[in-house]
């Protein structure tokens, strides 16, 4: 019985293909391909139906890899549980967040990570696809809004909402905003996901759809909020992102009590009978740090 050739297997199902598991695993398509037919040969069935763009299971190959993936995994934290029973966090940890989830958030995790544990070597992927963590070989994700039904552990950090915001010179040089409705006097800075053509605004008594006449349209929440502090008009901003500019009195919050959304954010990892030194670092220090910068609700 040959192990290599069962864990490419393995890895070349949960990656979806040969290329991208060679990639993960950092081995010529090749020998991934080699190994797979070696083990296909030595079992005496076939595991998988290739075609020149997808890969499907046989019915042989699903419980070959139920087993099979099941057994690697207690495998792996077997030797997890021994090795890093007594050792201290090291190594690269990948890590996948939102790409527009802003720089507040990630950049306290950072510090304090390179300040606690600096042999570790973080890699952030920010995308704006969902993320196979397992499938890409990421270790921890951090996610907004709801989450759909997993196999992952979900750890919940707060709650974003997302505010009226604008600068303080524009509040000084433009018309007072009092009532939801006076926004559409003014140039508004539209997220595009939040909408292209409309506000849909809420309190605690009720909800307003406002139609926006004189807007900016982008759909990156970076450019967005920089061109809010640059005095371009108004916008939905997610509170953590203009909690810093806020308290230093760069941005004002309009329209006090009523708010566009609440995106719950999570910490999502895979389930592990044994956690990595790394991971259960990361994993602490994130939600320690997201519980500082997110406003509670």
């Known amino acids: 019985m040959?192990?290599?050739?069962?864990?490419?297997?393995?890895?070349?199902?949960?990656?979806?293909?040969?290329s991208a598991a060679a990639r993960l695993l950092e081995i010529p398509v090749s020998t991934v391909s080699h190994r797979v037919?070696?083990?296909?040969?030595?079992?005496g069935v076939t595991l998988l139906q290739r075609t020149t763009r997808q890969l499907h299971l046989t019915e042989a190959g699903k419980h070959y890899f139920d087993h099979a993936s099941e057994g690697l995994a207690h495998i792996f934290d077997a030797e997890s549980s021994i090795s890093d029973a007594n050792g201290e966090p090291c190594g690269v940890l990948r890590v996948s967040a939102p790409f527009d989830i802003g720089n507040p958030l990630l950049s306290s995790i950072i510090d304090e990570m390179n300040?606690?544990?600096?042999?570790?070597?973080?890699?952030?992927?920010?995308?704006?696809?969902?993320?196979?963590?397992?499938?890409e070989g990421i270790d921890v994700a951090i996610r907004t809004g709801i989450l759909e039904d997993s196999t992952l552990v979900a750890k919940h950090a707060g709650t974003a909402q997302w505010?009226?915001?604008?600068s303080q010179d524009y509040v000084h040089t433009h018309e007072k905003m009092t009532l939801p409705h006076d926004i559409r006097h003014h140039c508004c800075l539209l997220f595009s996901p939040l909408?292209?053509?409309?506000?849909?605004?809420?309190?605690?008594?009720?909800?307003?759809?406002?139609?926006?006449?004189?807007?900016?349209?982008?759909?990156?929440?970076?450019?967005i909020a920089s061109m809010v502090s640059a005095g371009k008009g108004i916008a939905l901003l997610p509170n953590y992102q203009c909690n810093l500019a806020y308290n230093g009195g760069k941005l004002v919050?309009?329209?006090?009590?009523?708010?566009?959304?609440?995106?719950?954010?999570?910490?999502?990892?895979?389930?592990?009978?044994?956690?990595?030194?790394?991971?259960?670092?990361f994993i602490d220090i994130a939600h320690e740090q997201l519980k500082k910068t997110l406003k509670p609700l």
């Open 195 to 223: 909408g292209k053509e409309a506000w849909t605004l809420h309190n605690e008594e009720s909800s307003l759809t406002i139609p926006i006449d004189k807007a900016i349209i982008a759909d990156d929440i970076s450019l």
């Open 253 to 281: 919050q309009i329209l006090p009590g009523w708010y566009a959304k609440k995106d719950p954010i999570h910490i999502v990892y895979p389930k592990h009978r044994y956690m990595s030194p790394t991971l259960r670092a």
């Open 2 to 18: 040959d192990f290599n050739q069962i864990a490419v297997f393995v890895k070349v199902v949960q990656a979806g293909s040969f």
């Open 163 to 166: 505010e009226v915001y604008a």
């Open 115 to 135: 300040e606690r544990w600096p042999e570790v070597k973080l890699e952030f992927i920010l995308i704006k696809r969902y993320v196979d963590l397992v499938a």
């Open 37 to 43: 037919a070696m083990l296909e040969k030595r079992l």
